[in-house]
């Protein structure tokens, strides 16, 4: 990758003259935990791909990430749920349409095969609530569930769109979960009284938390307050969506991405985001293609040019290639 300035080289408060600190760089460990695969019909979400029959089992990946500073540890999504009896009624239907789905191990499985286990985790981050990535969160009993914006509103009163988007009221514990504010808005500050406001982050970042602008990314928080792990706004794909930008070596950070994109060929500009007619309406798979596609663009910016001037890895949530050709960074391997 060449070395190229972003057209905002003032993200991180440093001048453009200003060398980048990398003796200091503080890096995180990430592993991938597997966490169950479902199986997706291709056309709705490749715009090139007019075979119907065409479906791919993909993984529905975790990512643990260890803090070595503060000794913290956070998932970044939880995969299937282990028991898909214990999904709700009205999502059963649809789960048929995704089969053969497999669900063992699941991520607290992965962690226990790695010698870790649910209630030693301290945080997670869920990119969304759809049900392929909010497993099965009742195992982690210690941990602080941090969400994106307007959550809570769609846990609690649902929304009207693909035959997949039902919700669960008691998902999370919500005495601890924290959903985070729009950006623009202050951290921690109730909006439209919809804010899980029992935790504020500042209790687990130790620091104000608060997004700032992460060129070329949207809006970011430094969630350990020591610029090694970034929360991503990532608008598109359903309300309150999140990436994680973490920095796994010198000069080196992956971004998980989540449902952002949900195939490489998409990520690789080699074809678009697929829609289709459902009750007389044109859909996408996701809530807001534009925002989809302008978080899309985003990350192709990051994957091309960098972020701050350093590499930048592309992880998308169901990329089985990805999966299949990383078998290293599986826990307890690590990226
Ligand atoms: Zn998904």
């Given at each position: 990758?060449a070395?190229h300035?972003?057209d905002?080289?003032?993200v991180?408060g440093?001048?453009?003259?200003?060398?980048?600190?990398?003796?200091?760089?503080i890096?995180v460990?990430?592993?991938?935990?597997?966490a169950g695969k479902?199986?997706?019909p291709?056309h709705f979400?490749?715009?090139?791909?007019?075979?119907?029959?065409?479906?791919?089992?993909?993984?529905?990946?975790?990512?643990?990430?260890?803090?070595p500073?503060?000794?913290k540890?956070i998932i970044?999504d939880?995969g299937m749920?282990?028991d898909l009896?214990?999904?709700p009624p009205?999502?059963q239907p649809?789960?048929?349409?995704?089969?053969?789905?497999?669900?063992i191990?699941?991520v607290?499985?992965s962690l226990?095969?790695?010698g870790l286990?649910?209630k030693d985790?301290?945080?997670?981050?869920?990119?969304h609530v759809?049900?392929?990535?909010v497993g099965t969160p009742?195992?982690?009993?210690?941990?602080?569930f941090?969400?994106?914006p307007?959550?809570?509103q769609l846990?609690?009163?649902?929304?009207k769109?693909h035959s997949?988007?039902?919700?669960?009221k008691?998902?999370?514990?919500?005495e601890?979960s924290?959903?985070?504010?729009?950006?623009?808005?202050a951290g921690g500050?109730?909006?439209g009284?919809e804010q899980?406001?029992?935790?504020?982050l500042?209790?687990?970042v130790?620091t104000?938390a608060?997004?700032?602008?992460?060129?070329p990314?949207?809006n970011?928080i430094?969630?350990?307050?020591?610029?090694s792990?970034y929360?991503?706004?990532?608008?598109?794909?359903?309300?309150g969506?999140l990436?994680?930008l973490?920095r796994v070596?010198r000069?080196r950070?992956?971004?998980l991405?989540?449902d952002?994109?949900h195939h490489?060929?998409i990520l690789?500009g080699?074809?678009?985001m697929a829609?289709?007619q459902?009750?007389?309406?044109?859909v996408?798979?996701?809530q807001?293609k534009?925002?989809?596609?302008?978080?899309?663009?985003?990350?192709?910016?990051?994957?091309?040019?960098?972020?701050?001037?350093?590499k930048?890895?592309?992880?998308?949530?169901h990329?089985a290639?990805?999966?299949?050709?990383?078998?290293?960074?599986?826990f307890?391997?690590f990226?």
């Amino acid at each position: 990758m060449a070395p190229h300035r972003t057209d905002n080289p003032i993200v991180d408060g440093r001048s453009p003259d200003q060398p980048h600190q990398n003796e200091d760089q503080i890096c995180v460990r990430v592993s991938v935990l597997e966490a169950g695969k479902l199986t997706l019909p291709e056309h709705f979400f490749c715009a090139d791909q007019h075979d119907k029959n065409v479906r791919n089992t993909v993984p529905s990946m975790s990512f643990l990430i260890n803090h070595p500073p503060s000794g913290k540890r956070i998932i970044f999504d939880l995969g299937m749920r282990r028991d898909l009896a214990k999904y709700p009624p009205e999502i059963q239907p649809h789960l048929q349409t995704r089969q053969p789905i497999f669900t063992i191990p699941d991520v607290s499985d992965s962690l226990r095969s790695g010698g870790l286990d649910p209630k030693d985790i301290d945080a997670v981050v869920l990119s969304h609530v759809h049900y392929d990535h909010v497993g099965t969160p009742s195992d982690f009993i210690r941990a602080l569930f941090i969400v994106g914006p307007g959550t809570r509103q769609l846990l609690l009163h649902g929304m009207k769109y693909h035959s997949a988007a039902h919700f669960e009221k008691d998902l999370l514990p919500f005495e601890r979960s924290i959903e985070l504010p729009e950006p623009g808005h202050a951290g921690g500050q109730n909006v439209g009284g919809e804010q899980f406001d029992a935790v504020k982050l500042e209790s687990f970042v130790g620091t104000a938390a608060a997004w700032q602008p992460l060129a070329p990314f949207e809006n970011g928080i430094d969630l350990f307050g020591d610029g090694s792990v970034y929360i991503v706004n990532s608008p598109g794909h359903l309300q309150g969506h999140l990436n994680l930008l973490a920095r796994v070596a010198r000069r080196r950070w992956v971004y998980l991405a989540g449902d952002a994109c949900h195939h490489s060929r998409i990520l690789d500009g080699k074809t678009e985001m697929a829609t289709w007619q459902e009750r007389g309406q044109l859909v996408c798979i996701h809530q807001d293609k534009p925002g989809a596609e302008e978080t899309l663009r985003r990350m192709m910016k990051a994957r091309k040019e960098g972020f701050r001037e350093e590499k930048v890895e592309i992880i998308l949530a169901h990329d089985a290639n990805w999966a299949k050709e990383h078998r290293e960074g599986f826990f307890p391997g690590f990226l």
